[in-house]
C-alpha cells in the first residue's frame, strides 16, 4: 500500500511539473487480492519449474466443460474440446450464465448454433452475466448437474482468471464439493481465457485451429466487441512457447491439470480467506 502511495505522489508531481507528457493516470485502485493469490501460487506443490506435459487429443472420455457465459469455452478450449469430440469424447457445456436479460434469447440459439456444429451438448442455470450467486440453490443446482453427468473430467476456467464470473465458476465448484462431495478421481482442468496461468499441460491445436476460428466466429452478438478469433488465437500462438519442439505458424491450449481434491484444497486457500478480496464486481462483495 505504501508503495502504491509513493508511486501517485511520483505520478502527480511529474504531471504539475511537466508540461507536455505522454500519458494521464486517471485512478489508481489498490490489488486488493494480490496477497492472496500469491499465497495460493507460493504453495509447495509447485516446483519452481514446472515443465508443461504434452498432452494429446482426449479419448473415450466424459467431459463438463464449466463456462461461466456462452463463448468461453470455446476461446478458452476449444481447440482441445474439438480434438477430444473427434476422439470418442462426450463432451457438455454446463453455462452458468446466459448472458444478460436482453441478449438471453440470442446468445442461447447461438450457443446451440456452436454446440451442433461441433457435436456436444449444452445445459443453461438461469442466471444473468455478473449476476452469479453462491447461495444454497445456485450450489444445489450446480451440483445436481454435475453429480448427474458424473464426468471423468470437468473443464473450469483457471481461479484466477481475470473476470469476476470466471473466479466464480471455483467458488461455486468448491461450496458445492464440501456440501455435495463429488467423486474424488475427477480431474480438474482449469483453463485459460485471460489470465496466463501455470501450465502444467499443454495441447498443441495447430490442426484444428481453423475449426476454433470458424466456431468462434459463430458467436456473432460477441464480435462488434472485440475480434475474438484474433484474441483467441493471438494467445494460442503466443503459447506454443510452451511446446517442447518447433511448431512455425502453431497454436497452443494450455491447462493447470490437478485431481479434483488437490484442486479444490488451493481454491480453498484463495476464496475461503477473504471473500471481499478475491471479486471487483459489487454485486459479489
Not at 44 to 56: D, G, K, Y
Not at 173 to 178: C, G, P, V, W, Y
Amino acid at each position: 500500500m505504501k508503495s502504491i502511495k509513493k508511486y501517485k505522489a511520483f505520478i502527480k508531481n511529474y504531471l504539475l511539473n511537466k508540461k507536455s507528457y505522454q500519458f494521464l493516470v486517471k485512478d489508481w485502485i489498490e490489488l486488493k487480492d494480490m496477497k492472496l493469490a500469491s499465497q495460493l501460487l507460493a504453495t509447495t506443490r509447485f516446483s519452481r519449474n514446472v515443465a508443461p506435459i504434452l498432452h494429446s487429443a482426449i479419448p473415450n472420455k466424459k467431459i463438463l466443460v464449466i463456462a461461466p457465459h456462452p463463448d468461453d469455452e470455446i476461446f478458452g478450449a476449444g481447440g482441445t474440446l474439438i480434438q477430444a469430440i473427434q476422439a470418442g469424447s462426450e463432451v457438455k457445456t454446463l453455462y452458468l450464465t446466459r448472458g444478460n436479460a436482453k441478449s438471453a434469447a440470442v446468445v442461447e440459439s447461438e450457443a446451440q448454433t456452436v454446440a451442433d456444429k461441433l457435436g456436444y451438448k449444452i445445459e443453461f442455470m438461469n442466471y444473468h452475466a455478473g449476476q452469479l450467486p453462491v447461495d444454497d440453490d445456485c450450489v444445489k443446482q450446480f451440483s445436481d448437474i454435475v453429480s448427474a453427468y458424473s464426468p471423468d473430467i470437468l473443464f473450469i476456467p483457471f481461479c484466477l482468471d481475470d473476470h469476476d464470473d470466471h473466479r466464480r465458476a471455483s467458488h461455486i465448484l468448491l461450496l458445492a464439493n464440501k456440501k455435495y462431495p463429488f467423486a474424488s478421481e475427477i480431474e480438474i482442468w482449469a483453463y485459460q481465457v485471460y489470465t496466463s496461468i501455470i501450465p502444467s499441460v499443454v495441447v498443441d491445436i495447430t490442426s484444428v485451429a481453423r475449426e476454433k476460428a470458424s466456431a468462434i466466429r459463430l458467436w456473432k452478438s460477441q464480435m462488434d466487441k472485440r475480434d475474438w478469433v484474433q484474441f483467441s488465437l493471438g494467445l494460442n500462438a503466443h503459447n506454443v512457447r510452451y511446446l517442447p519442439y518447433n511448431k512455425p505458424g502453431g497454436y497452443a491450449e494450455t491447462f493447470f491439470v490437478l485431481p479434483l481434491p488437490a484442486y479444490l484444497e488451493l481454491c480453498s486457500n484463495y476464496f475461503l480467506t477473504d471473500n471481499n478480496a478475491c471479486y471487483y464486481n459489487s454485486a459479489y462483495l
